[in-house]
């Protein structure tokens, strides 16, 4: 069946630092790919999305590239902020609108 | 703010009760979603409305139900209601079924505490 799998959490780094969140999925055909992000207290925002191979996404800071042959889809930031401290979905797309999340990954960005 | 409002914000109550969460959609969104999130799994799917008919159906437990209505708010309920039925409900709307460049809009959410 469809999963996504995430690194397990917390991250905890200082401000600055280089961040790397890993996603790998499975899936049958070719799914749409999300990064969610839930700050303390509130819901689900979609922070940025790819939806076929080789596809960059973008936004805030955060990029992921959508490929293929190793099924993954990793969330990077070259330098976090204390702002940036969350928890982090990878999520997939396939068909209809069912939307599978990952387990979440929480970040700490210290001062 | 997403445009999505859920209400309660929160709600506590006691097992074997009943209870009613509520969600409207962004204006002019037709899809309604509903999740469930707890600490032991994760984020779930529960089900999926559109334009008032059942579209997908997931991890949703027999003891829950629900329905869209002809003005597009949705309500979950949830009956029989165990400890283990405490978590975080959400609430998310699109504006289409399916396509690429779709986007679902989350709302802040209904904590259900279950004593």
């Known amino acids: 069946g469809n999963s996504v799998t995430q690194m397990e959490g917390p991250v905890t780094l200082s401000e600055e630092a280089f961040l790397t969140i890993n996603c790998t999925y499975t899936a049958t055909g070719y799914p749409s790919l999300f990064w969610y992000v839930q700050y303390p207290g509130e819901g689900l925002q979609l922070l940025l999305k790819?939806?076929?191979?080789?596809d960059k996404g973008s936004n805030k800071g955060f990029e992921a590239t959508y490929r293929k042959e190793t099924t993954s889809f990793h969330l990077e930031k070259g330098s976090v902020q204390v702002s940036d401290s969350a928890v982090y979905f990878c999520a997939l797309k396939t068909s209809y609108d069912k939307v599978i999340f990952g387990p979440g990954t929480s970040l700490s960005v210290i001062p | 703010d997403s445009g999505v409002t859920q209400t309660p914000k929160h709600l506590i109550t006691a097992t074997g009760q009943r209870v009613t969460l509520r969600c409207s959609p962004r204006?002019?969104?037709?899809?309604v979603y509903w999740y469930q999130q707890s600490l032991d799994q994760g984020l779930q799917f529960l089900i999926q409305y559109y334009n008032g008919e059942e579209r997908a159906k997931g991890n949703i437990l027999e003891r829950f139900s629900a329905q869209q209505f002809p003005d597009l708010h949705s309500e979950l309920n949830l009956s029989s209601l165990e400890l283990g039925d405490s978590a975080l409900y959400f609430c998310a709307s699109s504006t289409r079924t399916s396509g690429s460049l779709y986007e679902q809009y989350f709302g802040p959410g209904t904590r259900l505490t279950v004593t």
């Open positions: 790819a939806t076929k191979a080789d």
């Open positions: 204006s002019g969104d037709l899809s």
